[in-house]
C-alpha cells in the first residue's frame, strides 16, 4: 500500500544534541513537506521541498535542517540551536499542482532528556 | 495574509447527539480551496474534505455535511448522530501560494459513550 514511513515514533534528544526524524514516501509525489505541533496548537510548517535537490524554508525553520536527495525521502534534523524541541513533528506529501490534499505520515514525539 | 480561526478548542457530547465545528477564514484570494482534517488519537492527520471556492453547495456524505458560506467566510462541519469514533482533533485548512497549508488550531471533539 502507498504512503508515508515516518521513525522513530518516538525520539528522546540529549542536551547539545542533532536527531534525525526520517520521512519515506512511496506515492510519487512531488511535494514534501515537515510541520511541528505543539499541544493546542496548530500545525506550523518547517520547510518544504516541491522538487529533488531544492527546498524552501518555512514560518519556524530556524534550529532544523533538511536534505531531499530522492524523490522519496525528506530526513528532518533536529539541531542543538532548536531550544525548545520537544513537540509532535509530522511529515506529508502532495501531488502537483498546488491545493491537492496533503497525505501524512503517522508522526515522530521528540522529547528532551 | 491567509488565516484560520477555530474558536472551539474542546467539545464534549454524547453518543448520537450531533454537533458542529466552525472555521472562519481570511484571505485575499479570489479563487481558493478549504480543506478538513481529522486527527484521531494515533496522531496521522486524515484528510476529510476539500472544497473550492467557487462551489458554495452545501456538502453530505455519510454523517458528515459541510456548510461553506463565502459572505460570512466560514465552512462549518457537522456530524449527526456523533459516535465515539467520531473522537478525534478536527483541522481546517487553507492553502496558500507555494503549496504551503495554514492551519487552524484545531477542535478537539469528545464523543462520550
Known amino acids: 500500500d502507498g504512503g508515508i514511513t515516518q521513525s522513530p515514533k518516538y525520539l528522546f534528544r540529549k542536551e547539545g544534541q542533532n536527531v534525525t526524524l526520517s520521512c519515506e514516501q512511496n506515492l510519487n509525489h512531488d511535494a514534501m513537506y515537515w510541520y511541528r505541533q505543539d499541544p493546542g496548537q496548530g500545525l506550523r510548517l518547517i520547510y518544504y521541498?516541491?522538487?529533488?535537490?531544492?527546498?524552501q524554508k518555512g514560518d519556524i525553520a530556524e534550529g532544523y535542517s533538511v536534505s531531499r536527495e530522492k524523490k522519496e525521502s525528506f530526513p528532518l534534523t533536529v539541531t542543538s540551536a532548536q531550544k525548545n524541541p520537544t513537540a509532535f513533528y509530522l511529515c506529508a506529501s502532495s501531488g502537483t499542482p498546488t491545493n491537492e490534499k496533503l497525505f501524512f505520515g503517522s508522526g515522530t514525539q521528540l522529547s528532551v532528556l | 495574509a491567509q488565516k484560520v480561526t477555530q474558536a472551539q478548542t474542546e467539545i464534549s457530547v454524547v453518543e448520537k447527539e450531533d454537533v458542529t465545528l466552525d472555521c472562519v477564514y481570511e484571505t485575499r484570494d479570489t479563487t481558493y480551496y478549504l480543506f478538513w482534517y481529522k486527527q484521531p488519537p494515533s496522531g496521522e492527520l486524515v484528510f476529510l474534505i476539500r472544497r473550492n471556492s467557487f462551489d458554495e453547495q452545501n456538502e453530505i456524505s455519510g454523517r458528515y455535511s459541510w456548510n461553506f458560506q463565502k459572505s460570512t467566510s466560514s465552512f462549518n462541519f457537522t456530524i449527526t448522530a456523533s459516535q465515539v469514533v467520531d473522537s478525534a482533533v478536527y483541522f481546517c485548512?487553507?492553502?496558500?501560494?507555494?503549496?504551503?497549508?495554514?492551519f487552524g488550531p484545531g477542535t478537539r471533539l469528545s464523543v462520550l459513550p
Open positions: 485548512a487553507l492553502p496558500q501560494r507555494g503549496q504551503n497549508f495554514v
Open positions: 521541498s516541491q522538487i529533488v535537490n531544492d527546498f
